[in-house]
């Protein structure tokens, strides 16, 4: 499993950003997929995934601020962000699970590379 996020950056509070991840090294449509973000000192949180059916699910810090998608035909998972604030400024990375509870961070793994999000107030 290979997972490379990109499109993090500095964005002022209100803002928006898009973050991409590109998968290989497995066969993505047959994984459910999830966004994290990590603080330092912090533990990395589940902060929103998609099933392999296109199901969602959104932790409630980001619930209507957030979307989650993914373009299987390019191995790629988004995240869409708007109303952003300050709170959001982390490292944001995405991982894979095989495991029926795709709702669950601890079924999750692979994490890459993260991309860097920085929100100022």
């Known amino acids: 499993v290979q997972l490379q996020a990109c499109g993090g950056g500095l964005v002022q509070a209100g803002g928006s950003l898009g973050l991409s991840c590109v998968a290989s090294?497995?066969?993505?449509?047959?994984?459910?997929m999830a966004w994290f973000h990590q603080t330092p000192g912090q533990e990395r949180e589940l902060v929103a995934a998609?099933?392999?059916?296109?199901?969602?699910y959104y932790a409630d810090s980001v619930k209507g601020r957030f979307t989650i998608s993914r373009d299987n035909a390019k191995n790629t998972l988004y995240l869409r962000m708007v109303g952003l604030r300050p709170e959001d400024t982390a490292v944001y990375s995405c991982a894979a699970s095989q495991n029926v509870q795709w709702r669950n961070a601890v079924y999750y793994n692979g994490w890459g590379q993260g991309t860097l999000v920085t929100v100022s107030s």
């Open positions: 998609i099933n392999r059916s296109g199901g969602t």
């Open positions: 090294g497995f066969t993505f449509r047959a994984y459910h």
